[in-house]
T-cell receptor, first 113, second 110 residues
Framework: SQTIHQWPATLVQPVGSPLSLECTVE??????LYWYRQAAGRGLQLLFY??????ISSEVPQNLSASRPQDRQFILSSKKLLLSDSGFYLC????????????FGEGSRLTVL | GQQLNQSPQSMFIQEGEDVSMNCTSS?????WLWYKQDPGEGPVLLIA?????ELTSNGRLTAQFGITRKDSFLNISASIPSDVGIYFC??????????FGTGTSLTVIP
């Protein structure tokens, strides 16, 4: 089964600073990749998903962006962070549309001060 | 987007007791997933269900895909302290979209 790595695990950034969260996947090819944000209330909010290299779909308009430079790499970025960007960010992987299983990474905790 | 109705929101049980939680949806799902999440970590997939009526076990965990395809249940038998955590359901609809429950917080009292 696939393994999903996220880094950094924890990040504290000032308002207005840039952001880069990385996610890499092992053990699968051509996966569907997702970025979710989990707020304190536990609900998962879909931010971006990608079905292939360079293909990004945005679900929520915001100051975040995503990129997929390689098949198994997914990056979440921001040019200027807002206080409201604080949260727990989860990368997830689905090994193609023939399977319904969705696997998550360890998460990245972002605190914007 | 649609959020799944998951209940109960929290449970406090004695070690050794059985636990039951469920999720309901307003639309039909093709897949139901159950996860456990520990504080500060990502959700871990426990059980995946693919057919209406399907009953699947993973150790002391048993989950069922509802006949109507709009609900799912997770049971934990003979709970132990390490069962503590937040349990999420997730569903995959016919449009290939994932939806998530808000979680059930489980506390096991030794």
């Amino acid at each position: 089964s696939q393994t999903i790595h996220q880094w950094p695990a924890t990040l504290v950034q000032p308002v207005g600073s840039p952001l880069s969260l990385e996610c890499t996947v092992e053990g699968t090819s051509n996966p569907n990749l997702y970025w979710y944000r989990q707020a304190a209330g536990r609900g998962l909010q879909l931010l971006f998903y990608s079905v292939g290299i360079g293909q990004i779909s945005s679900e929520v308009p915001q100051n975040l962006s995503a990129s997929r430079p390689q098949d198994r790499q997914f990056i979440l970025s921001s040019k200027k962070l807002l206080l409201s960007d604080s949260g727990f960010y989860l990368c997830a992987c689905r090994s193609g549309i023939s399977t319904g299983e969705l696997f998550f990474g360890e998460g990245s905790r972002l605190t914007v001060l | 987007g649609q959020q799944l109705n998951q209940s109960p929101q929290s449970m406090f049980i004695q070690e050794g007791e059985d636990v039951s939680m469920n999720c309901t949806s307003s639309s039909i799902f093709n897949t139901w997933l159950w996860y456990k999440q520990d504080p500060g970590e990502g959700p871990v997939l426990l059980i995946a269900l693919y057919k209406a009526g399907e009953l699947t076990s993973n150790g002391r965990l048993t989950a069922q895909f509802g006949i109507t395809r709009k609900d799912s249940f997770l049971n934990i038998s003979a709970s132990i302290p390490s069962d503590v955590g937040i349990y999420f359901c997730a569903g995959l609809d016919t449009g290939n979209q994932f939806y998530f429950g808000t979680g059930t917080s489980l506390t096991v009292i030794p």
